[in-house]
């Protein structure tokens, strides 16, 4: 009969503890659908999260290629009003141009023809000048690469070895970057004198 008691007792645990893990796991599966709401609900709060920095990042690029089309035609404007203001300075240079050429119909002065033409050149430099553009007219100043191009070298006796004896082509600055060097004739050494000190 003990043994029997023992027996019963022994399949009793076995009910209890299955009831406690049928409890366990109802707990488990309770806290496991907790947490799975939860992370869903995260996981929704980051998906909106990630679409609104989606769609911040297409306003900001949209936004950014309007920039750039703006800055292009800006700059397109820009350039066409500056050369717009040039030519409208020219224009009255070609104007007092044109008088003096019609002048030589009417007129065989020479004298008066040549003025005109000063008159016009001066007032062409004129704009030049306004405009931002310097002319290189380097006589008797030394040879300088970046400036000047030398056409040919020459001898002479007023003027030191390397130094510009005569501009064939006046160059030109706009805002002290070169537009076009001043072509040159530089002078060398006598040869004359060198065999006369020998």
């Not at 029997?4 to 659908?33: A, H, N, R, V, W």
């Not at 820009?78 to 409208?88: G, V």
């Not at 003025?115 to 008797?140: F, R, T």
Request: glycine residues 6%; aromatic residues 6%.
């Amino acid at each position: 009969m003990s043994e029997k008691k023992d027996e019963s007792m022994e399949k009793g645990k076995p009910k209890e503890t299955c009831k406690s893990k049928k409890l366990e796991q109802k707990d488990e599966k309770g806290i496991l659908k907790k947490e799975c709401a939860s992370l869903k609900e995260r996981l929704k709060e980051k998906e909106k999260e990630a679409a609104d920095y989606l769609n911040m990042l297409k306003r900001l690029q949209a936004e950014f290629e309007n920039y750039k089309k703006r800055i292009i035609r800006d700059q397109a404007i820009f350039l066409e009003r500056a050369s717009e203001d040039i030519i409208a300075k020219i224009l009255p240079v070609l104007d007092n141009l044109e008088r003096a050429l019609n002048s030589t119909e009417e007129n065989t002065d020479f004298e008066s023809f040549k003025k005109g033409v000063e008159m016009v050149h001066s007032q062409l430099v004129d704009v030049l000048k306004k405009a931002g553009s310097n002319i290189l007219n380097p006589i008797g100043e030394g040879f300088n690469p970046h400036e000047h191009e030398a056409f040919m070298q020459v001898e002479s006796d007023e003027h030191e070895e390397g130094k510009i004896v005569e501009v064939l082509q006046k160059g030109y600055l706009f805002k002290g970057k070169i537009l076009r060097p001043a072509i040159v004739k530089i002078a060398k050494g006598c040869e004359s004198k060198d065999k006369d000190t020998e």
